[in-house]
T-cell receptor, first 116, second 117 residues
Framework: GAVVSQHPSWVICKSGTSVKIECRSLDFQATTMFWYRQFPKKSLMLMATSNEGSKATYEQGVEKDKFLINHASLTLSTLTVTSAHPEDSSFYIC????????????FGQGTRLTVV | AQKITQTQPGMFVQEKEAVTLDCTYDTSDPSYGLFWYKQPSSGEMIFLIYQGSYDQQNATEGRYSLNFQKARKSANLVISASQLGDSAMYFCAMREGPTGGYQKVTFGTGTKLQVIP
């Protein structure tokens, strides 16, 4: 089946630095990818929809300048957390749309970000 | 109002028995999709089953079946013959929006299932 690979699986960074997370579709082309954030023991919160070749669509309350999304190719979307703060520490997970049913069925492995 | 409601924060089931995880949803969109995902402690999200709003029959995938009751707006997941490896968080999700247009997936708060030997 379709595979979505996310890298890195975990990262620790200092406050004020930026961190880039990659989401790749390994065996299919993904025109649309989604970025979620999951707080401990909580559900997934959609942050933004990443569209290849155009600007991402951000959900209400998500800071565009803080969470930069780039979808430069049909197989790669990146999420950059800029000027990271400890409150940005979370589990970030991407997914890609596949199939004729347009089901959002495949997720990356997730990235555990810890800002110290 | 919550789009997706999972009222069971935690469930226990004996190994080899069946278990039903509840999910109700709220939408005015006539076209929508319902999903169930499994999230083990490792964090990855694993797709289990999908039900389209126009599908006439309940979806089934191996030991997983989705009890879709459209009038009641419920989409319960049934796991038959539970295995120890089924212990995980289970999320119900709904996709709304027109095909080809902007679509959004909303997740429930999850149910933690623990299978007891």
């Amino acid at each position: 089946g379709a595979v979505v690979s996310q890298h890195p699986s975990w990262v620790i960074c200092k406050s004020g630095t930026s961190v880039k997370i990659e989401c790749r579709s390994l065996d299919f082309q993904a025109t649309t990818m989604f970025w979620y954030r999951q707080f401990p023991k909580k559900s997934l919160m959609l942050m933004a929809t990443s569209n290849e070749g155009s600007k991402a669509t951000y959900e209400q309350g998500v800071e565009k300048d803080k969470f930069l999304i780039n979808h430069a190719s049909l197989t790669l979307s990146t999420l950059t957390v800029t000027s990271a703060h400890p409150e940005d520490s979370s589990f970030y997970i991407c997914s890609a749309r596949v199939g004729r049913q347009n089901t959002e069925a495949f997720f990356g492995q997730g990235t555990r970000l810890t800002v110290v | 109002a919550q789009k997706i409601t999972q009222t069971q924060p935690g469930m226990f089931v004996q190994e080899k028995e069946a278990v039903t995880l509840d999910c109700t949803y709220d939408t005015s969109d006539p076209s929508y999709g319902l999903f169930w995902y499994k999230q083990p402690s490792s964090g990855e999200m694993i797709f289990l089953i999908y039900q389209g709003s126009y599908d006439q029959q309940n979806a089934t995938e191996g030991r997983y079946s989705l009890n879709f009751q459209k009038a009641r707006k419920s989409a319960n997941l049934v796991i038959s013959a539970s295995q120890l490896g089924d212990s995980a968080m289970y999320f119900c999700a709904m996709r709304e929006g027109p095909t080809g247009g902007y679509q959004k997936v909303t997740f429930g708060t999850g149910t933690k299932l623990q299978v007891i030997p």
